[in-house]
């Protein structure tokens, strides 16, 4: 029988040979474990030996937390809804309410290896509109900021932004069209990016956003139109302010625009973004120091501003310092929107009269050639300009990605049960029956005149004389021009397939699509035609009075 080997023994070898190829392995698997441990820590925190378990295991979650005010107080009761948009469709990760400070935190954001995963915060409250705002994210022009072409959003250097976003993949109307539109914190779950101050401020109309401008029409046609009741913020005794280095300033909207309107050539809508990008002191007769990226293509809400509608030939303010203002078609950076890929044309407006143009001659970006403005600023005038609500990038300097002026709070109108709707932006209280007025100019002024609780759905007690027609700022004043088609999204019920998040009802009953309807303002280039907004496109177009239109009314 053989015997067993001893403890320690390696098989075929003598006791003290066994013991010294036993001590050399122990030592050798010493080394590797004091290598290990140095390649851990060197590729962990740098050598410094401050290794968590995060960065072995999975990383440890974010948490977001923010506040929502309503006229600077704490507002409590809104539902915080976080949308997942790793998923396809966007799913809802988590849904709080803000405490009595207004306060909420969603902790347990995952972070990721591979993918970095994306979250929106959706603020909601029955009777409240929304506008998110980061402590650490400047409103306005935010064209130093890092932009994502796909899908078009804004990242500061926190991870998180505020933007809107349309959700599609969530929601449904009966038209299937525009996508339902919510003002959203957008946040990317990146390795130890705790965020606070996740901030929204709520409106209900009380509080407007902007006020809008009085449009210049001094001359009355008839009893209740533009010039009549001049409603609007009246515009200051001195208006525009010649600075004596080639830039006049408006005292209206605080907009600061090259005095030389005519330095340059008429172009395409790429290259009329490109040289009002480059411009700088020293060109078109600018002696200010600014340089390259200063200046911008006006959007069309700023182009329209400075339309003067009791002046024609052009369409600009009487005795004002500008030079070379032309009767043509200037471009607006604004894409007239019909979907992210087919999209070809811009926004232009005829100072000649004021009338906008949508055609496919004079406004194609790829062909057309308009005149070229520029302007620079972003307020600070006796008014606020509100943003167009476009988003989506098409070239640089655009409208898109500028975002210049008042964002639109989300959802802007507030359904008050009686037969109106308040818009959060303006303050406005509008008819909701879109369809219920239809006559010849002067007959819809007059049925406007007459309107009261008890016509077209009213139930709100208003009196004869408390409703008046928009004028043509007030008009415009509903665009977004994210919607492809204006009637279409005035008139879209959102059905939400979200847990959190109510359904969105329409705007508007019958808003009638490929209508004109009336403004009370008159074209001053033909006092027989009056300025009217197009519902599909919300162009405004000077139309005889003659005609039949709908209108809306407004208080």
């Not at 901030?199 to 509080?207: E, K």
């Not at 700088?280 to 200063?294: E, H, I, N, V, Y």
């Not at 369409?315 to 009767?327: C, E, K, L, R």
């Not at 977004?480 to 009953?509: C, K």
Request: hydrophobic residues 35%; charged residues 10%; negative net charge.
């Amino acid at each position: 029988m053989r015997k067993s080997n001893s403890p320690g023994t390696l098989p075929g070898f003598s006791n003290q040979f066994s013991v010294l190829i036993q001590n050399i392995i122990v030592k050798a698997g010493l080394l590797l474990v004091i290598l290990s441990s140095m390649l851990l820590a060197a590729c962990g925190n740098g050598g410094g030996g401050n290794a968590t378990s995060s960065d072995y295991g999975a990383p440890v979650p974010n948490t977001v937390s923010g506040t929502v005010l309503f006229q600077g107080a704490p507002l409590p009761g809104v539902t915080i809804t976080v949308f997942n948009n790793n998923t396809n469709p966007s799913t809802v990760f988590a849904t709080t309410t803000t405490d009595t400070n207004g306060n909420y935190s969603i902790p347990g954001l995952p972070t990721g290896w591979d993918a970095t995963p994306n979250f929106s915060f959706v603020a909601t409250k029955t009777g409240y509109s929304f506008n998110p705002f980061m402590a650490s994210n400047p409103t306005g022009n935010r064209a130093n900021y890092l932009w994502d072409p796909a899908p078009q959003t804004w990242y500061v250097n926190t991870g998180a932004n505020a933007i809107r976003a349309g959700f599609n993949g969530v929601f449904s109307n009966q038209n299937g069209g525009s996508p339902i539109i919510f003002n959203v914190i957008n946040f990317n779950s990146l390795k130890n990016n705790s965020v606070t101050g996740a901030n929204f401020n709520a409106y209900n109309g009380s509080n407007p956003l902007v006020s809008l401008a009085a449009t210049g029409q001094t001359t009355s046609y008839a009893i209740g139109d533009d010039a009549s009741l001049a409603k609007g913020v009246a515009w200051p005794g001195t208006r525009y302010v010649d600075n004596q280095d080639g830039t006049i300033t408006d005292n209206l909207t605080g907009l600061t625009w090259l005095k030389n309107a005519g330095c340059f050539t008429p172009t395409v809508w790429t290259s009329a973004l490109s040289d009002v990008n480059q411009l700088a002191s020293g060109a078109c007769g600018l002696k200010d120091g600014s340089t390259a990226g200063q200046w911008r293509l006006p959007n069309i809400v700023e182009l329209e501003s400075i339309v003067d509608v009791s002046a024609s030939n052009p369409a600009i303010t009487p005795g004002s310092p500008f030079t070379n203002v032309s009767n043509g078609i200037y471009w607006s950076s604004t894409a007239y929107f019909g979907g992210q890929e087919g999209t070809t044309n811009a926004w232009s407006i005829r100072l000649g009269d004021g009338s906008y143009l949508s055609d496919t001659i004079n406004n194609v970006m790829a062909t057309s050639n308009n005149a070229v403005w520029a302007v620079k600023g972003t307020g600070g005038g006796a008014v606020k300009l509100q943003a167009t609500g476009m988003y989506v990038f098409f070239a640089n300097g655009d409208d898109g990605s500028v975002e210049s002026g008042v964002p639109l709070p989300a959802p802007r109108m507030i359904d008050n049960g009686n037969g109106t709707v308040t818009d959060s932006l303006t303050g406005l209280v509008w008819l909701k029956q879109a369809d219920c007025i239809n006559a010849t100019w002067a007959g819809a002024i007059g049925a406007v005149n007459s309107l009261a609780s008890g016509q077209c759905g009213l139930t709100d007690g208003s009196a004869a004389g408390s409703w008046r027609m928009p004028n043509r700022k007030e008009m415009q004043s509903l665009a977004d021009r994210m919607q492809t088609n204006l009637a279409d999204y005035l008139n879209e019920t959102f059905f939400s397939g979200m847990a959190g998040v109510s359904s969105q009802p329409a705007i508007f009953n019958n808003f009638v699509g490929a209508h004109y309807y009336w403004t009370s303002t008159t074209n001053a280039a033909n006092p027989g035609e009056a300025w009217t907004v197009y519902s599909c496109d919300y162009g405004v177009y000077d139309i005889a009075k003659s005609n039949t239109g709908y209108t809306l009314a407004v208080r």
